[in-house]
């Protein structure tokens, strides 16, 4: 099994900057088999939405929303993930979710909060 967990959010003020980290623990095996990891968020009464993707290889996707914006990174030796979010609006306000698919498996992080102020 792998465990996710996330760090870096917090409270800032639109137009400011935030870097999100993941880092992936457990299952050796399971997280060299990690070929995918991204971010999700979610704000109350909503589904969860991918923001950004990476994959092993370096492949990155965003989310139209924050193309120019955001920036998804990983490191795969420390089996580490993240986001640098710029440029930041009250609409990114979510909690953010780190995310990895090992084969058919989802493994979750717990989330971490993002708010941005006005």
């Known amino acids: 099994q792998v465990q996710l967990v996330e760090y870096g959010g917090g409270l800032v003020q639109a137009g400011q900057s935030l870097k999100l980290s993941c880092a992936a623990s457990g299952s050796v095996i399971h997280i060299q088999l990690m070929y995918t990891m991204s971010w999700y968020r979610q704000t109350p009464g909503n589904q969860r939405e991918l923001v950004a993707t990476a994959t092993i290889d370096g492949v990155t996707t965003y989310a139209n929303s924050v193309e120019g914006r955001f920036t998804v990174s990983r490191d795969v030796a420390k089996a580490a993930l993240f986001l640098e979010m710029n440029d930041l609006t009250p609409e990114d306000t979510a909690t953010y979710y780190c995310?990895?698919?090992?084969?058919?498996?989802?493994?979750w992080g717990q989330g971490t909060q993002v708010t941005v102020s006005s």
């Open positions: 995310h990895g698919l090992v084969l058919q498996t989802n493994f």
